[in-house]
């Protein structure tokens, strides 16, 4: 599979701030994602990250609580915005369209826990 | 409303058995399926895939069935090892065969495979 890395790996942030989280793929990739898991909960799409243009977003989550960068082929950034302890989850992005096949893969995901 | 669930949250099988761990969806859109697998601290791992066109296939260990007039799917372990105890998620997509995307995930089943 991809060799997927995210930055930070955990962090905990104070209510009302803002944190951005990085995703590097070691090879270009067609498709990156973000997704976010709750405590208990499944993963849930976010966005799909689209290279050089406005990120396109699932039911229920907006540009100004989670925008989302996508430079080139290769890096993501998704900002958590004016965070509050609902938004304590794991962040996940991942991709599609590797060398290695078609299927989705994912990073380590990031641990915020918000106070 | 959850449109792909995993009634058991939990599995425990002793090593060699079988491991069956059920998948149902309900959006009669999805044409795509798959499996990962998630280890604490760590993001999923895919394991396999079915398209909607095959009932049944196979990878080593792992054989996935899928019985669309049910919209319910299969993962099979046989036999189970030690290092197959994880939390194993389902996910559907509406999308086959240029690349799985829009994954919608089930909130997982955690097996426990008992030496």
């Known amino acids: 599979s991809a060799v997927i890395s995210q930055k930070p790996s955990r962090d905990i942030c104070q209510r009302g701030t803002s944190l951005t989280i990085q995703c590097q793929v070691d090879s270009q990739v067609t498709m990156m994602f973000w997704y976010r898991q709750q405590p208990g909960q499944s993963l849930t799409l976010i966005a799909t990250a689209n290279q050089g243009s406005e990120a396109t977003y699932e039911s229920g989550f907006v540009i100004d609580k989670f925008p989302i960068s996508r430079p080139n082929l290769t890096f993501s950034t998704l900002t958590v915005s004016n965070m509050s302890p609902e938004d304590s989850s794991i962040y996940l992005c991942?991709?599609?369209?590797?060398?290695?096949?078609?299927?989705?893969?994912f990073g380590p995901g990031t641990r915020l826990t918000v106070l | 409303d959850q449109q792909v669930k995993q009634n058991s949250p939990s599995l425990s099988v002793q090593e060699g058995r079988i491991s069956i761990l059920n998948c149902d969806y309900t959006n009669s859109m999805f044409d795509y399926f798959l499996w990962y697998k998630k280890y604490p601290a760590e993001g999923p791992t895919f394991l396999i895939s079915i398209s909607s066109i095959k009932d049944k296939n196979e990878d080593g260990r792992f054989t996935v069935f899928l019985n669309k007039s049910a919209k319910h799917l299969s993962l099979h372990i046989v036999p189970s090892q030690p290092g197959d105890s994880a939390v194993y998620f389902c996910a559907a997509s509406p999308y086959s065969g240029a690349g799985s995307y829009q994954l919608t995930f089930g909130k997982g089943t955690k097996l426990s495979v008992i030496p």
């Open positions: 991942s991709v599609v369209g590797t060398l290695k096949g078609n299927e989705q893969f």
